[in-house]
């Protein structure tokens, strides 16, 4: 499966930005999906992460409350609602995808990544 992140930009501390993942190549419906997140000079962390049905979720403590993750698989897209944005979420956003039942929440889990999209947060 090919994934195609964006959505990214600039925002201001408390507001808010929507990150889509567009899958081709394989029926999304199998694959479930996480988002994780790279800021500059860290390692990359997991952030949200939905099973292939949409009925398992999870998330990282820190975005616990804000973020919300979601899927459409009519659309073969999953989204990343990201709300009371704050400096230190500024990262590139990358989203992933592995066939599986239920969330995963390791980047080693994961083979097929999207390209990134970088989302910066101004104070």
């Known amino acids: 499966v090919q994934l195609q992140a964006s959505g990214g930009g600039l925002a201001q501390a408390g507001g808010s930005l929507r990150l889509s993942c567009a899958a081709s190549?394989?029926?999304?419906?199998?694959?479930?999906v996480g988002w994780f997140r790279q800021a500059p000079g860290k390692e990359r962390e997991f952030v949200a992460a939905?099973?292939?049905?949409?009925?398992?979720?999870a998330y990282a403590d820190s975005v616990k409350g804000r973020f919300t993750i979601s899927r459409d698989n009519a659309k073969d897209t999953c989204y990343l609602q990201m709300n009371s944005l704050k400096y230190d979420d500024t990262a590139v956003y990358y989203c992933?995808?592995?066939?599986?039942?239920?969330?995963?929440?390791?980047?080693?889990?994961?083979?097929?990544w999207g390209q990134g999209t970088l989302v910066t947060v101004s104070s």
């Open positions: 992933a995808a592995q066939p599986a039942i239920g969330t995963l929440t390791l980047a080693r889990q994961y083979h097929n």
């Open positions: 190549g394989r029926p999304f419906t199998n694959y479930a």
């Open positions: 939905i099973s292939w049905s949409g009925s398992s979720t």
